[in-house]
């Protein structure tokens, strides 16, 4: 039987609300915004141990959505439930902002632009051993404005490290406003094959679209498939409460008691 992948998105977003509002903490709009597509990375992605303790596939959230990684590991059964009821809380090691917590989070960073530097680091490790498994790198489109992204897609290229899977959420926010009047890096597709990356643009919000991706079974041509594969995310900032959807207030906004009411009323509204 196929999962119902909507009906965990949604679970998934109540949690990471719940999450959020409880720490007093920002960036829900950044966490609904990739949910979806998070929801099906790690639910695909193979966490068993290696040799080397780290696992077979590896996963670099954007830092500041490390709610929803948390919430999705639990889920798991990989992290213990204190990284949801903790989270964010004083003196707990479940920040929010990504810190590493090996194995499942190898890696974080609160500053734009390294987790790509980080991926590629890791791929490139995992074929000079001949290990195998994939590494998924989800970073934000701002993140394109950033040297330190196109050096790694670089590096990424030359070594043909298509064991490396990128995902670019692409809402168009960024936290002082549209990314298109504060340093445009449209057209995003065209730039990523100059760099020699397998490219494929998907909707987002569609679990369809996001798990074929991620899968690799949209069509590729034989001169691509040593490529690094990079997925243009197209998503909403905020998805799944109608006031946060595209609303950049919720970057760094506190979700109050009120609007934690309001939102939390429109997730339980779509599971009916």
Not at 12 to 26: E, I, N, P, Q, Y
Not at 96 to 119: C, H, K, R
Not at 182 to 202: C, D, G, M, S
Not at 231 to 258: D, P, Q
């Amino acid at each position: 039987m196929e999962k119902d992948y909507e009906k965990l998105a949604n679970e998934l977003r109540k949690t990471v609300l719940k999450m959020t509002h409880s720490a007093g903490s920002s960036h829900i709009g950044s966490n609904f915004s990739i949910c979806d597509v998070m929801n099906i990375v790690y639910d695909i992605a193979d966490f068993s141990l290696m040799p080397n303790g780290l696992t077979k596939d590896i996963v670099l959230p954007k830092s500041w959505t490390v709610a929803t990684a948390y919430a999705c590991l639990v889920r798991r059964g990989l992290l213990p439930q204190e990284a949801i009821d903790d989270y964010g809380k004083e003196g707990t090691k479940w920040t929010t902002i990504a810190e590493p917590i090996p194995p499942y989070i190898p890696f974080g960073t609160g500053a734009m632009g390294y987790i790509l530097s980080a991926g590629v680091g890791f791929a490139l490790a995992k074929k000079m051993r001949g290990e195998e498994g994939k590494v998924y790198c989800i970073i934000s489109d701002g993140e394109m404005q950033i040297g330190a992204t196109w050096e790694a897609a670089q590096i990424a290229a030359q070594h043909k490290l298509n064991n490396l899977i990128l995902v670019v959420d692409w809402n168009g926010l960024q936290a002082l406003g549209e990314i298109k009047k504060i340093l445009n890096v449209e057209p995003l597709a065209e730039k990523w094959q100059a760099f020699n990356w397998h490219t494929t643009r998907i909707n987002g919000h569609d679990h369809g679209e996001i798990l074929r991706a991620l899968k690799g079974e949209y069509y590729m041509p034989k001169e691509e498939q040593d490529m690094p594969r990079v997925i243009i995310a197209r998503t909403t900032k905020g998805k799944g409460v109608s006031f946060m959807e595209n609303n950049n207030l919720w970057h760094y906004a506190k979700v109050g008691e009120e609007d934690y009411k309001k939102a939390l009323e429109e997730l339980n509204a779509r599971n009916n």
